[in-house]
């Protein structure tokens, strides 16, 4: 069985998917989606974030823009080996997907968002507004428990995620300036766009997409409720399903991309 926490490089056709996971998250969140893309003929590639799987510490010393620029180097990795790319991200994966779309979406031939937060919960908001307000006493609170561990339905799959276990408030700060910026430059993103995103979700409102959808530049924006899940889709009771049409969406984007390349070579 492989490392959870643990990087994966799943060597596949000239098709590259880039994977990227949430907030707090380890590449478990999208290996299960890796590996049902890699059954079809893909390549699939699934990063681990600066921050993450070390210490809770290390995520709190770092800026979402080292988040970015981690995933731009290995889109770009992965462009050297592959014909045509495409990025999905998860909750926090997902905002750094939309901003590589907007920022490099020539390079993209299509982008599936899962669950992006394009805004957080009341009580997100409200801690991130005090340390704002009172910045060196934020600095000496501890990072905030997740009750009941990971927002995942499937009880199973909860408890093997190796996530930690709290949520470290400077770095929070850093999720919220990521979404503000994404929120603001989705009109930039021009690929075709798949989002998932759960009626039940308890981290990322479920309202997020029907923004998104609204707001993005996009030509073809299509959009999946799942009514099962919470927060972590791609490996929640709808795995399968977050699978297949996702799969189905980068076929045919990709597909297409391939095409368009090769009459224009």
Known sequence: MPDDRAPFDLEGD?????????????????????????????????????????????????????WYE??????????????????????????????????????????????????????????????????????????????????????????????YPAIPLRALMELDRARAIVRAELPAVRAPLLILHALQDHVAPYGSMAEIAARVGSPVVETVTLRRSYHVIAVDLERELVAEEVASFLDEHMASAASARGSTA
């Open 14 to 66: 000239d098709r590259g998917v880039l994977l990227v996971h949430g907030f707090t998250g380890t590449p478990f969140e999208v290996r299960f989606l890796g590996e049902r893309l890699h059954a079809r003929g893909m390549t699939a590639v699934g990063l681990c974030l600066p921050g993450h799987t070390t210490t809770l510490e290390e995520l709190d010393r770092t800026p979402w823009t080292a």
């Open 70 to 163: 981690h995933v731009e180097r290995e889109l770009d990795r992965l462009r050297a080996r592959c014909r045509v790319v495409a990025v999905v991200g998860q909750s926090l994966g997902g905002l750094l997907s939309l901003h590589l779309a907007a920022q490099r979406g020539a390079d993209l031939a299509a982008v599936a968002s899962l669950a992006a937060p394009l805004w957080l919960t009341p009580p997100a908001r409200a801690v991130v507004a005090m340390m704002r307000r009172a910045p060196r006493l934020a600095a000496r609170l501890r990072p905030m428990r997740k009750r009941g561990g990971s927002d995942i339905a499937d009880a199973a799959m909860r408890a093997r995620n190796p996530s």
